[in-house]
């Protein structure tokens, strides 16, 4: 069995959905459903005996136990995290309680459930700690993408917590010998994505007639990276990943965001034109730009393809039109996610308590 944390959200959702697409080994989510812990995520899972759900904060120390001593997983996938900058900015607190408090928790647990293995089966037993890009900071235009011995410098509240629980999960490695690898991935879009991020809101801006907005010029690069990728990449981890060694998961897509506006806007032409025939690229609005946004990020890539064999599949094109059919195809995701009608069920099924 796994244990994924955070697995009702965009990138956890996705990768216990393809796990299970590919696997019968069953996945055990702990997700406390904040605002963008979603359970439709999920809802073809329903009745699936190899799927369990457990409702709670990776902080709580005495859940995660007793979740580990229950079930006996022989890794655990940490995607649990609160990863908008903007709300970060607006609200830091509750990122450096789930991201560095969290990560800290779940690390002590699982150094105290190791120690208590038979040794095959703790010499087996992995930990993987899902960060981001984000922490090396930003690149200037003529600067190398960014390799696994690049130094860390976050420029934002969400980028800093990100970097000190990679810092711990590195040390528990180094101090307790707990079997950890972590993977810093780049831009991820695709289906299931809450949308208050950039691909997603803008197909929901731009059906809605809403103006589609951009920080500042536009100009700031990214590397993008197809979900499914990125879930093929954390599999290929889990498989042949080297305990202490750092990965990094790209899609070797660098656009800038304007440019990436442009192309959903044509995809959205393509598929679902407007009624007067104009192109979705008239609602693009430029907006001042957010504090301390980075001009670039961009990953290197080779170190997984080389020592692990792993490589996107998708194209930036490809990978856009998957992701824009989807939003297309599931307009009631879309209302619940926005309006919060996803969590009723929550709260009929948990109450409010958490």
């Given at each position: 069995m796994l244990l994924v944390t955070g697995g009702a959200g965009f990138i956890g959702a996705n990768f216990i959905l393809d796990w299970l697409a590919r696997s019968d080994e069953p996945v055990l989510n702990l997700d406390k459903l904040t605002y963008a812990g979603n359970l439709e995520n999920l809802a073809a899972?329903?009745?699936?005996?190899r799927y369990?759900?457990?409702r709670g904060d990776v902080c709580d120390r005495a859940l995660?136990?007793?979740?580990?001593?229950e079930h006996q997983p022989r890794a655990i996938v940490h995607f649990a995290a609160e990863s908008h900058v903007d709300r970060s900015i607006h609200g830091p607190a509750?990122?450096?309680?789930?991201?560095v408090e969290g990560t800290f928790t779940l690390l002590e647990a699982a150094r105290a459930y190791c120690a208590g293995l038979p040794e095959e089966r703790r010499a087996a037993f992995r930990f993987h700690h899902v960060s981001t890009d984000e922490v090396y900071g930003a690149l200037k235009p003529e600067d190398a993408p960014f390799t696994?011995?690049?130094?860390?410098?976050?420029n934002s509240p969400y980028s800093a917590s990100k970097a000190a629980s990679d810092h711990l999960a590195r040390a528990w490695f180094k101090t307790y010998g707990l079997p950890v690898t972590v993977s810093h991935c780049s831009n991820n879009y695709g289906p299931f994505h809450f949308p208050e991020k950039l691909i997603p809101l803008l197909i929901v801006h731009a059906l809605a007639g809403k103006p589609l907005p951009i920080y500042g010029d536009g100009a700031q690069i990214r590397d993008w990276l197809y979900v499914g990728d990125h879930c093929a990449a954390i599999r290929r981890i889990l498989e042949a990943g080297i305990p202490g060694e750092t990965y990094n998961v790209g899609g070797w897509n660098e656009m800038d965001n304007l440019s990436v506006t442009r192309e959903v806007c044509a995809w959205l032409d393509r598929l679902s034109p407007r009624a007067d025939g104009v192109s979705y690229a008239r609602q693009i609005t430029h907006v001042a730009d957010r504090p301390g946004h980075d001009?670039?990020?961009?990953?290197?890539?080779?170190?997984?393809?080389r020592d692990l064999g792993w490589r996107p599949e998708e194209t930036f094109a490809s990978g856009l039109e998957k992701t824009t059919r989807w939003y297309l195809e599931h307009a009631q995701w879309v209302k619940n996610a926005q309006s919060g009608a996803y969590r009723a069920w929550v709260e009929k099924q948990y109450g409010k308590a958490l």
């Open positions: 899972l329903e009745g699936d005996a369990l759900f457990a995660v136990d007793r979740l580990l001593a509750e990122f450096l309680k789930s991201n696994e011995a690049a130094p860390y410098a976050p001009r670039r990020y961009a990953i290197d890539a080779r170190k997984i393809a």
